[in-house]
């Protein structure tokens, strides 16, 4: 299968690390997405990834913590499950290099946008860990600014869902799934498929996302591809 979009990032929940068990990491669920991730490195995919912390932390739980405190560990996390996935790439014989944006020399690069983009001309997958590196900013915006940092394609943003709709599906029998819509759409109808920041970095660098069910093997494939498997959020 040719693909379409030959620099992509990845963006990946927390929560899906953890596959049933809910919370952690289940190294078998890692494993499996490592796969998917190997096959279209493989096609020629040069791809980034970034990931959430859910599956550790979910932000503060207590009105007493201050919010950057909150952060940084939520930041920590995500580390944590660039580990992982670093770790289940290298067992498939997948190059990769964690980039991180705190400095920690022992676990990572200190983030650099033009090693990033060395990495990825050379045919490693590059794992952004730490979010951004500053609090009040979430892992959807940190997806998007090394998405536009790197000159990706496509955002490929996998959920346990299979697109965006209007409403809740779990929630509304109604709730209407789009095949394609604009960023624009998106902000004024405040769907939260990602942060408002996340949505508006990505319609100013002309950065189309797709949206899709990360739990049907082929639709990484499909998307790098140029079908549409979920939803596609672009330009009107």
């Known amino acids: ?17 953890a596959g049933t068990r809910g919370s952690g990491v289940d190294y078998d669920t890692v494993q499996e997405i490592a796969g998917y991730v190997k096959k279209i490195h493989q096609l020629g995919a040069e791809v980034g990834i970034v990931i959430g912390a859910g599956n550790f932390w979910r932000g503060r739980s207590n009105p007493n913590m201050e919010r950057t405190t909150a952060d940084y560990m939520g ?12 770790d289940a790439l290298k067992y498939l014989g997948v190059e990769n290099k964690v980039l991180s944006a705190i400095p920690m020399p ?15 001309s050379e045919g490693k997958v590059v794992l952004f860990a730490a979010g951004t590196g500053s ?18 394609e496509l955002i490929l943003l996998a959920k346990n869902i299979d697109g965006v709709y209007d409403c809740d599906p779990a929630k509304f029998e109604h709730a209407k ?59 009107a």
Do not use: W
């Open 75 to 86: 930041m920590l996390a995500t580390v944590m499950n660039s580990l992982a996935m670093s």
């Open 177 to 235: 799934k789009y095949e394609k819509i604009s960023f624009t759409e998106v902000l004024s109808k405040k769907l939260g498929v990602m942060d408002l920041t996340s949505i508006t970095i990505c319609m100013d660098n002309h950065i189309p996302i797709s949206v899709f069910d990360l739990n049907v093997p082929e639709n990484i494939i499909k998307a790098c591809s140029g079908l549409n498997v979920g939803t596609i959020i672009e330009e």
């Open 135 to 152: 609090p009040f900013f979430s892992t959807d915006t940190a997806a998007a600014l090394r998405a536009a940092e790197i000159d990706a």
């Open 1 to 17: 299968m040719e693909l379409k979009y030959k620099r992509v990032l990845l963006k990946l929940s927390g929560e899906v690390l």
């Open 106 to 120: 022992q676990v990572g690069e200190a983030y650099n946008r033009e090693n990033a983009v060395n990495y990825l």
